[in-house]
């Protein structure tokens, strides 16, 4: 059982170039997230997404797009790289979004840097 | 705003016990939940409270009071593996998880 998966690991990426860091669950759980976390800071949501078909934005949405056009994908697009976006990026899931309090599962992250 | 504290590091012994604490101020209450990262790797589940009192899981336990916005996860007969940071988050009236910084917790032999 994979669980969630995220691809890449890690990637150095240069400033204004166009990234997606791709997520993958096999749980068929409902809500999917997006963190970010940046050492002394807690994780800070991107976006998310409480079921296929929508999404929303986080705390953070600014310079990032998601899209979710199935339950198991939920990739996170960085349309134009700035050195800020410098982070250890988090995907997650819950059985459920919005209504119900559940654990989330997160996958392995992505270590992305920006030069 | 939202906020949640907890000490950034902590120091215990092996064997010992060790109280991590974390107070909050959010926008509505669905919801207490304590993860454990260990460096380098993604943030596992450890305890989820709701209501006022304290959930026992083997060697952790977690406390909440609602009504001071104060939570405790409490780490027994400590071991070198418990080495982590510990993160307490809140689930807010819009069921959305609002994160502290999290406690890195250090075990010395």
């Known amino acids: 059982i994979a669980g969630i998966t995220q691809a890449p690991t890690s990637q150095i990426l240069a400033a204004g170039r166009r990234m997606t860091l791709r997520c993958t669950q096999d749980m068929r759980h409902n809500a999917m997230y997006w963190y970010r976390q940046d050492l002394g800071l807690g994780l800070r949501l991107i976006h998310y997404?409480?079921?296929?078909?929508?999404?929303g934005k986080g705390e953070v949405p600014d310079g990032y797009s998601v899209s979710r056009a199935n339950t198991d994908d939920f990739p996170l697009t960085l349309a134009s790289a700035v050195p800020s976006q410098t982070s250890v990026y988090f995907c997650?899931?819950?059985?459920?979004?919005?209504?119900?309090?559940?654990?989330?599962?997160f996958g392995q992250g992505t270590r992305l840097t920006v030069v | 705003g939202q906020n949640i504290d907890q000490p950034t590091e902590m120091t215990a012994t092996e064997g010992a016990i060790v109280q991590i604490n974390c107070t909050y101020q959010t926008s509505g209450f669905n919801g207490l939940f304590w993860y454990q990262q260990h460096a380098g790797e993604a943030p596992t589940f450890l305890s989820y409270?709701?209501l006022d009192g304290l959930e026992e899981k083997g060697r952790f336990s977690s406390f909440l009071s609602r009504s001071k916005g104060y939570s405790y996860l409490l780490l027994k007969e400590l071991q070198m593996k418990d080495s982590a940071s510990y993160l307490c988050?809140?689930?807010?009236?819009?069921?959305?998880?609002?994160w502290g910084a999290g406690t890195k917790l250090i075990i010395k032999p």
């Open positions: 988050a809140v689930m807010d009236s819009n069921y959305q998880l609002i």
């Open positions: 409270n709701v």
């Open positions: 997650a899931s819950s059985a459920s979004g919005g209504d119900v309090n559940t654990e989330a599962f």
């Open positions: 997404s409480n079921t296929a078909g929508t999404t």
